[in-house]
């Protein structure tokens, strides 16, 4: 098994996730990391035993690396993955893949030209319970699809934007309430029902005192004919786990954050949970654990070795990225 060696960059709280999963998985070395703080940068690399780069452009031009996880503030991934794939490193990026869906066709070329891989995080695909669920949607087990809602209802303390320099803010973080904590379940619905047209969307700040979005609302009609909302918010407390519903014909299934809790096709119920309504990063991103990470860099390597196509291509961080800039470019309406 060919040995692939990783680079961080960025090494703040999601980095801790990519790091976990490199030193979990076989075949895989964490080769080094690069952060803007350099002290921060020291104790990652003595906290796993790596190289600290002196520069990110270091650490890419470095013939011994062979891929780059991207852990940066999101106004930094799209410029990083273009210099890394142009440096001949695969890239595992953190969503967003940019800002806005220019830039992150930007990134999609230079995959393309690099003939290097690049996948955005999007790590609930890879989850038993959503699979299961894709599965039955796509076999017809619900029959003809109405409707596709997604609900998130998170919370996030005025000092989360307080103690950052970025976010909340457009530069940086290009988005709130979708962009950033929404674009998970974005790209969840879309991976279960497929693609959607948007309708109508608003969005708005309504509590925080950040430049984007706390909450916000979309109208979507799927590609398969169904109708959705999406609606998003770090406003409100105490946070809710996020919900996909999905009704069809047939019957209909809940997917509470990546659980299944209810499933019903034909009038029997073959699945009824009750799932903590208030849990995990809805009301605390410090929460964050790496299974999902782990499951998606395995696919990643196996991608990179060329014994698997990945779950996550370019195109579909490109396309979450599109619909939620559509919503907020709908709302300035």
């Not at 890419?60 to 062979?66: G, K, P, S």
């Not at 490193?89 to 990134?107: C, G, Q, S, Y």
């Not at 989850?127 to 003809?144: K, M, P, T, W, Y």
């Not at 009824?272 to 009301?283: C, F, K, M, N, P």
Request: hydrophobic share 40%.
């Amino acid at each position: 098994m060919k040995l692939i060696r990783f680079g961080i960059v960025g090494c703040g709280i999601v980095s801790q996730a990519h790091a976990a999963s490199i030193l979990a998985l076989d075949g895989l070395e964490l080769a080094g990391c690069y952060d803007h703080s350099a002290e921060r940068s020291a104790e990652f690399a003595a906290q796993y035993g790596t190289k600290a780069y002196p520069s990110y452009s270091a650490m890419v031009a470095d013939e011994t690396i062979d891929a780059v996880c991207i852990c940066t503030p999101s106004g930094l991934h799209a410029d990083q993955a273009v210099q890394a794939l142009r440096e001949g490193k695969h890239v595992f990026l953190e969503k967003p893949m940019a800002l806005n869906a220019h830039d992150a066709a930007r990134v999609c070329r230079a995959a393309e030209t690099s003939h290097h891989l690049i996948t955005v995080v999007s790590q609930n695909r890879f989850r038993a319970d959503v699979l299961r669920l894709r599965e039955l949607i796509q076999n017809g087990s619900f029959g003809r699809l109405v409707l596709c809602d997604l609900y998130m209802k998170f919370w996030r303390d005025p000092s989360y934007y307080a103690n950052s320099t970025w976010r909340g803010t457009y530069a940086m973080d290009g988005g709130g309430a979708l962009m950033n904590q929404g674009i998970h379940g974005v790209d969840l619905m879309r991976f279960l029902v497929g693609d959607a047209k948007l309708l109508r969307g608003r969005a708005k700040t309504i509590v925080h005192d950040i430049e984007v979005e706390d909450t916000a609302v979309a109208m979507l009609e799927f590609d398969c004919g169904a109708l959705g909302v999406i609606e998003a918010s770090t406003a409100t407390a105490p946070g809710f786990s996020r919900r996909i519903e999905i009704q069809g014909e047939r019957g209909y299934a809940i997917l509470t954050d990546v659980t299944l809790e209810k499933l019903c096709i034909d009038g029997k119920m073959l699945v009824d949970l009750s799932v903590e309504a208030d849990a995990g990063t809805a009301s605390d991103p410090t929460q964050l654990k790496n299974e999902g990470h782990l499951l998606q860099l395995r696919n990643f390597a196996a991608a990179i070795r060329g014994k698997e196509e990945l779950l996550s291509t370019p195109r579909d961080g490109y396309e979450a990225v599109r619909l939620i800039e559509e919503i907020y470019q709908s709302s300035k309406l």
